[in-house]
């Protein structure tokens, strides 16, 4: 795996860059829109230390924060000071190769590396969280970056804490999940949910059908789904040197459904075809059917088969599907239908109506006519149907990460904004904040805030006002 990454980041954007800084007066094409006053903070891996064997998955976070004022734009980085970081830093050398794997030569008074903090970043009961699934949430100073250390709701919640939380738009509540909630590779998770204020309300546990690897979760008004897909975890396969988590079909592929006011014990269990899922754009309820829009792959990317041989690239790609449960039929199947054959992934909403239908959705897609596979240099915009309203793609070479939504105030109509995302302009070798109108990603960015390095490849981030 790691040499497979070294050979991407050669000629992708995959690489980690070595510095830290600030940006305070960066050139603008076009104009910034006078409404955007806040800050894009984006979040993703950039290991401090090349780490033998090491999944891209678990290099060290690193915030990149934009902020937007006026017309004008500054940016600022940091790496999340984790224990990890600081030990490694320390030592000058890579102490862990990911997983809570000790690299030979390692201190013995560290146990566990204590998380990497580098998969998203949110902002919710007056704290900025970084998140990466594995352990507990870490809190940011908003400005400055600095971490301020893990934030467990004064002991109200314990173990990994998911990266992708979802917040209810009209309480406000924050409701979370973690897997390995039992200790490493366990089958339990655990789930609760934070008010608006910041207080933790409900915290419980539950045992899936088999350990996996559970990236994103669905909320809708009345129910949680949890997507127990084959990306399996194995202590077993861990101990004797092969992949702790690995793409094994023969597991099935299960999700959990519990009402939000309910318990484990009012759990039901939905069956379908094989697949894995990374992320959910967004999911409502009609009647008695759940509907929920993913971005699904045939096979799991980036994670072997147990034997160490990779997983079929032709189905290892994304596209966006819908998933229809009947809550009151007489199966426990539920329907998969591909809405588009486009290869994409990070699907975005407009927030204000997580767990509502939606009528506008986004998501970065891939430029079907390059030979470089699954790298994402567009994005697509869709309607609640699933139908493409827009389609917009970089020059050859060029490529984009999370389109996030940004609305243009308080009462504007669902989808009247902005998307904001950084682009990486392969011949210059540096990044771009790029500006779109969202309900016009043809016509191109409105505005390009222009940065002298690279922002690499990187997973999730968020708009934050200004106050």
Known sequence: MLDQVKTEAARTNLAPIPMECDAPHLKVTGEL?????????RNGPNPQFDAPGAHWFVGDGMLHAFHLENGRASYRNRWVRTPKWLAEHDAGRALFG???????????GITDDGGVANTN???????????????????IEPGTLNRLGYCDYKGAIKGPFTAHPKIDPVTGEMV????????????????????????????????????????????????????????????????????????????GAYVGIMKRNGTPADLVWFRAENCYVFHV????????????????????????????????????????????????????????TYLDDLTGEFPRIDDRRAGQ???????????????????????????????????????AGDTISEPVFVERGADAAEGDGWLLSAVWRARENRSDLAVFNAQDVESGPVALVHLGHRVPDGFHGNWVGAA
Request: net charge negative.
């Open 176 to 251: 979370f999940f973690g897997y390995n909630a039992a200790g490493p590779l366990t089958p339990a998770l655990s789930f609760g949910s934070v008010n608006a204020a910041g207080v933790v309300t409900r915290f419980d546990r539950f045992d899936a059908p088999y350990a996996s690897m559970v990236h994103d979760f669905i909320v809708t008004e009345n129910h949680m789904l949890f997507p127990i897909l084959p990306i399996t975890g194995s202590m077993e396969r861990a101990m004797r040197g092969k992949p702790p988590y690995a793409w094994e079909p023969e597991k």
């Open 281 to 336: 754009m967004n999911a409502w309820e009609e009647g008695n059917r759940i509907i929920a829009d993913v971005m699904q792959f045939e096979e799991a990317p980036l994670f072997p088969h147990p034997d160490g041989s990779k997983t079929d690239p032709e189905k290892s790609r994304a596209r966006y599907c819908r998933w229809t449960f009947d809550l009151a039929g007489n199966t426990d199947r539920f329907t998969q």
């Open 121 to 139: 970043i949110i902002f919710h009961g007056g704290k900025l969280l970084a998140l990466e699934e594995g352990h507990l949430p870490t809190e």
């Open 357 to 395: 239908t939606n009528s506008h959705g986004w998501y970065a897609c891939a430029n079907p006519d390059l030979p470089m596979f699954g790298a994402l240099s567009g994005i697509v915009h869709v309607d609640g149907k699933g139908k493409r309203l827009g389609h917009y793609l970089l020059p």
């Open 33 to 41: 829109p006078r409404e955007l006053n806040g800050t894009l903070y």
């Open 98 to 108: 990911g997983f809570g794997r000790k690299l030979p030569g390692a201190p013995a």
